[in-house]
């Protein structure tokens, strides 16, 4: 799938959310979390949406990357804040909105970490390096992708209606093919 927008991830809908949880915790818990850890908090929630639009702007997979760490670093940072308000006697009363918020920021963690992990593994390097050749060049490669997959289907198929011990069949068995 296609995103044309950052706004339409899931992962930085997901961000939002933790950013709009941590300014509900904020917002709640006031005076008995210390100035300093509040602006902690504050910053590193929203830099994990801030960075995941970043990335998603910029012109290369390489330079997506590596905004997608620094956002997944901010959520695990927002995260072990979490874990630290959790532990605290004083923040008791916020505990069932300090362990959905520390969930959320997990979920940021795993969809950047799966988002990272599938761009590792591309072989094109961002829309700033792609021209009219090197587009044709993908999408040939993708369409003759696609259809060895139809024929390997379609060759799954037939063997699946010939009788055990068909010649074909146990070749195809023997070449580890079913």
């Excluded at 992962?11 to 950013?19: F, S």
């Excluded at 709640?28 to 639009?53: F, M, P």
């Excluded at 992708?145 to 379609?154: D, F, L, N, P, S």
Aim: hydrophobic fraction near 35%; charged fraction near 35%.
């Amino acid at each position: 799938m296609t995103y044309q927008t950052f706004e339409d991830l899931p992962v930085w809908q997901e961000a939002i959310r933790l950013a709009e949880l941590c300014e509900e915790l904020l917002d709640e818990a006031g005076d008995v979390i210390r100035r300093g850890k509040q602006d902690q908090l504050d910053r590193c929630s929203l830099s994990v949406s801030n960075n995941v639009a970043e990335g998603f702007e910029r012109g290369s997979t390489n330079e997506l990357l590596a905004f997608i760490y620094i956002a997944r670093g901010s959520a695990g940072e927002t995260r072990s804040m979490m874990r630290f308000f959790a532990r605290r006697p004083r923040m008791k009363a916020w505990l069932p909105l300090i362990e959905k918020t520390a969930k959320v920021a997990e979920s940021c963690s795993r969809q950047l970490r799966a988002w990272a992990d599938s761009l590792q593994n591309s072989d094109i390097k961002g829309p700033r390096h792609l021209n009219d050749k090197s587009r044709e060049e993908y999408g040939k490669r993708k369409a003759a992708e696609e259809g060895q997959k139809k024929y390997e289907a379609m060759e799954r198929a037939v063997l699946a209606k010939m009788p055990d011990g068909h010649p074909f069949k146990e070749s195809m068995r023997r070449k580890g093919k079913i």
